[in-house]
T-cell receptor
Framework: AQTVTQSQPEMSVQEAETVTLSCTYD???????LFWYKQPPSRQMILVIR??????QNATENRFSVNFQKAAKSFSLKISDSQLGDAAMYFC?????????????FGKGTKLTVNP | GAGVSQSPSNKVTEKGKDVELRCDPI?????LYWYRQSLGQGLEFLIY????????KSGLPSDRFSAERTGGSVSTLTIQRTQQEDSAVYLC?????????????????FGPGTRLTVT
């Protein structure tokens, strides 16, 4: 089965500190995209960061960076200098392509709380 | 520019009634997706449209669910004879293919969702 596992249902971090959210996935594809999406209470899914599997360099977007370990099928998200606005559900996902179709396969999410 | 829009934002319906959920994708996006998010869960794929190709309906949970995309743009998700287990947030997304040759990365852009409550 091709799945995404987020082993931390909830995480908390102090404002200005660093937190890492874990994600592992299983796919038989060799070329794929990985994503972290943020979903605040407003329900809007917001792309945080993406990684193309063929790129060895880890993606970074300002305070957000990933640790992509292709062989281990691991894709963790590091949030540095955490801010109150970072509090949200975070979903890890990969793009699955099969038979002319495609979709995002999501993990169940990690609820991040940022404490002032 | 305008993002993906969905209507209604919230819908409360009685068990057994039919409902229609609407999605307006970003102009020019050829791919459109529907997902369902049940309480405390991740997103579950429902259906995928790409241009004029036959849609991938493999994620629809029952034959009470159907979707269409008219003119390659607006999409409607219809749930017939709603059941309480259909209560969820229904999210729509659209995308372009994303091409490395042009440096355009792949991304799905999501709408704000429709919260469906079946009483």
């Amino acid at each position: 089965a091709q799945t995404v596992t987020q082993s931390q249902p909830e995480m908390s971090v102090q404002e200005a500190e660093t937190v890492t959210l874990s994600c592992t996935y299983d796919t038989s594809e060799s070329d794929y995209y990985l994503f972290w999406y943020k979903q605040p209470p407003s329900r809007q899914m917001i792309l945080v960061i993406r990684q193309e599997a063929y790129k060895q360099q880890n993606a970074t977007e300002n305070r957000f960076s990933v640790n992509f370990q292709k062989a281990a099928k691991s894709f963790s998200l590091k949030i540095s200098d955490s801010q109150l606005g970072d509090a949200a559900m975070y979903f890890c996902a990969y793009r699955r392509r099969q038979g002319g179709s495609e979709k995002l396969v999501f993990g169940k999410g990690t609820k991040l709380t940022v404490n002032p | 520019g305008a993002g993906v829009s969905q209507s209604p934002s919230n819908k409360v319906t009685e068990k057994g009634k039919d409902v229609e959920l609407r999605c307006d994708p970003i102009s020019g996006h050829t791919a459109l997706y529907w997902y369902r998010q049940s309480l405390g869960q991740g997103l579950e794929f429902l259906i995928y449209f790409q241009g004029n190709s036959a849609p991938d309906k493999s994620g629809l949970p029952s034959d009470r669910f159907s979707a269409e995309r008219t003119g390659g743009s607006v999409s409607t998700l219809t749930i017939q004879r709603t059941q309480q287990e259909d209560s969820a947030v229904y999210l729509c997304a659209s995308s372009t293919p994303g091409r490395r040759t042009s440096g355009v990365p792949y991304e799905q852009y999501f709408g704000p969702g429709t919260r469906l409550t079946v009483t």
